[in-house]
């Protein structure tokens, strides 16, 4: 068997791995998990699953912005925040449905996103970390005093669930489904972006961003879309949670969630999607399951960050295997296609 | 123009920005000068507070024994922040890795989970209400200056500061330790080379600005009455604001910039409503950072 053969037959081995884990987890989301939530029927279960798929998908799209093109953002949750206070007052002040305010949610949180960006968007390393948490926090402040608009500390009540084209999905179980299709393809669509030429155009600023401007890639301009495109999933991810929870308050976008977003793509793995998704759903499902400890759930927070740091620098799986993993498992686009079967490996992702 | 409100108001904004400044001269000592990104200074303030706050309702000691007291705890503080959260990082002693932002950016973040883990700690040993400070240790006698009210604590936070600050500038330029902290923050691995022990001049420089947090926390909670555990958030970020004003190393121009945000913030209350005036300092913030990259009084910097 000669070396292009082997190629051949780790190839089509691949390829026959590849379906499985996409499908794996399409039918532990979309079938056993609904199964069992089903199975035990509590709500107390249907809102951890929500909180979690919520949470993934706000770990996914900072992962864009910090683990992918290096931009450390302490001010994220603002921008989720900014998603469901436009849900919520579209909804409360216009009637409008979940299937209108999803989009325009996203859209909005890009849009306050994009026109933050333009100035702060040149700043590099440390500066730039403390321009999106004042940015973060001054997003906060006017939620919390612009009583008018936001009705400030006291919140907002949504008063309509989810629904699709006038069908109501407000049950359980169809809650569910809807958040975990909004998050699924969400995901998808981040991992689609992370795990191509533009990706790799992302993370080549990350490790020298001077490097890559002499080398023709347009390093502002590209910062500037990630930065978007993070906000546009924070915000659908708001309107997620607005929609899903009924009532919304600033206290749910402080900078503690920043925080709680950035140790989840910490703790799973700077620049490594399914990482971001296991710390995300480490640390909403850790704290509920220790929820016996009580006061220390907050704390553990804290810990789980600071230990993976200081053990696992590389987070619980590190780029380089995320993207092997990645590379075998989900995407056929960076397979070697037929052309250049001989020599081995294909030029890269596409 | 002069009318006596907004010289009191004048006056508040002074007193305020003291004690921004009183903050933000430990914060640039290890953050501007020393260079290294520490995100939990605001829980060593909040620490040296609650430890002057247990020494009074336990002891019930003369002030000054307070104040020796929580010296005391954020040097302990300051210490094993250094030794917990910095120190595992600098494994490396070549210069590509010294200098590296993935270094930077793991202490930032390491920092930051000691700084969580310290307030849930405080949150859960003291929880997370105010405490109030006895009234007999409060310095806020009222004092009248001319057509202006000041309290004593103004005073004693002036004095505070200005000795703070004269006595970093002495030891930062003429002695031998001031010289040794410099050459590190300048450049680690010559100050190696030339037979300086950077580790020891490290926690020497966090143990003297983990102190003056803590003097700065225990002070704060005599002046405004009230100790509780997220106390440290905002000051820290004052202080932050006024160091990159000042242009990060320098300590008087951090000083400087602690006073103007004290002012305009005060002067802002009076235009509009209390809750937006922390507005103020992120602006100031966002503006420096946008069109002052190297700060107010600053050195330059080759990139921002």
């Not at chain 1, 960006?117 to 940015?135: D, G, N």
């Not at chain 1, 978007?228 to 308050?249: C, D, P, Q, R």
């Not at chain 1, 927070?301 to 092997?324: D, N």
């Not at chain 2, 000068?33 to 303030?45: C, P, Q, R, S, T």
Request: hydrophobic share 55%; with cysteine.
């Amino acid at each position: 068997m000669n070396a292009s053969e082997t190629v051949a037959t780790a190839d089509r081995l691949d390829r026959r791995r590849g379906r499985l884990v996409p499908l794996l987890i399409a039918l532990l989301v979309f079938a056993a998990l609904p199964a069992l939530l089903a199975g035990f029927d509590r709500g107390y279960f249907y809102q951890i699953a929500n909180l979690a798929l919520i949470f993934v998908l706000l770990s996914a799209s900072m992962h864009l912005v910090t683990g992918v093109a290096g931009l450390l953002h302490l001010g994220h949750a603002a921008f989720y925040g900014v998603g469901a206070y436009t849900a919520a007052l579209l909804t409360s002040k216009l009637g409008l449905g979940f299937t209108v305010t999803l989009p325009l949610s996203g859209l909005v949180a890009a849009l306050v996103a994009f026109l933050v960006a333009l100035p702060t968007m040149r700043l590099v390393s440390i500066y730039f970390a403390v321009a999106t948490l004042a940015i973060g926090q001054m997003l906060y402040l006017v939620m919390l005093n612009w009583v008018d608009f936001t009705k400030g500390p006291n919140g907002i009540i949504v008063t309509r669930g989810f629904e699709l084209f006038g069908v109501s999905l407000s049950g359980r179980l169809a809650t569910y489904y809807t958040v975990a299709a909004v998050v699924t393809l969400s995901v998808v669509a981040i991992s689609r972006l992370s795990h191509s030429y533009y990706g790799n155009a992302l993370r080549s600023i990350r490790e020298d961003d001077q490097c890559a401007d002499a080398m023709g890639v347009r390093t502002v301009r590209l910062k500037m879309e990630a930065f978007t495109l993070s906000a546009f999933f924070a915000g659908v991810a708001g309107s997620l949670w607005a929609h899903m929870t009924g009532y919304i308050s600033p206290g749910d976008f402080k900078f503690s969630e920043s925080i709680l977003i950035l140790a989840m793509v910490v703790v799973g793995g700077l620049g490594s999607l399914p990482g971001a998704i296991i710390g995300a759903l480490l640390l909403i499902l850790l704290p509920e399951g220790l929820r016996g400890l009580g006061d220390f759930r907050n704390i553990m927070v804290g810990l789980v960050m600071f230990l993976s740091i200081l053990l696992l620098p590389k987070g619980l799986l590190g780029e380089v295997s995320a993207l092997r993993l990645m590379r075998r498992q989900l995407g056929a686009a960076w397979r070697s296609t037929g052309k250049d079967q001989g020599t081995g490996e294909g030029i890269g992702w596409r | 123009m002069f009318d006596p409100y907004y010289l009191q108001q004048l006056a508040i904004g002074l007193s305020l920005g003291m004690t921004y400044a009183l903050m933000a001269i430990g914060f640039t000592l290890i953050f501007g000068v020393l260079n290294v990104v520490n995100f939990a200074h605001g829980e060593i303030y909040t620490l040296g507070a609650f430890a002057g706050l247990v020494l009074i309702s336990a002891t019930a000691p003369p002030i000054v024994a307070v104040i020796l007291g929580a010296l005391a705890v954020g040097a302990l503080a300051g210490f094993s922040l250094e030794r917990l959260a910095f120190k595992p990082f600098r494994r490396f002693t070549d210069e590509a890795s010294l200098k590296s932002r993935a270094m930077r950016e793991s202490t930032l973040l390491s920092s930051l989970a000691v700084s969580i883990v310290v307030r849930e700690a405080l949150e859960i040993v003291f929880g997370s209400q105010m405490r109030s400070v006895p009234f007999d240790y409060l310095i806020n006698t009222p004092v009248r200056v001319g057509p202006v009210i000041l309290v004593t604590g103004d005073f004693i936070i002036f004095g505070v500061a200005a000795a703070m600050l004269i006595g970093l500038q002495y030891l930062l330029t003429r002695t031998r330790v001031g010289l040794a902290i410099r050459a590190v923050s300048n450049n680690p691995l010559g100050a190696k080379y030339v037979g300086i022990d950077t580790d020891r001049t490290i926690i020497t420089t966090f143990v003297v600005g983990s102190m003056m947090g803590a003097a700065a926390g225990i002070l704060m909670g005599l002046y405004y009455g009230a100790v509780f555990p997220a106390m440290g958030f905002t000051p820290g970020i004052k202080a932050f604001v006024a160091m990159v004003m000042g242009g990060l190393s320098s300590i008087p121009g951090a000083v400087i910039c602690a006073l103007i945000l004290g002012i305009s913030e005060s002067m802002a209350t009076t235009f509009v409503s209390s809750g937006w005036s922390d507005m103020v300092a992120y602006g100031f913030l966002i503006l420096t950072l946008i069109f002052f990259p190297n700060g107010l009084f600053g050195a330059r910097r080759e990139r921002v």
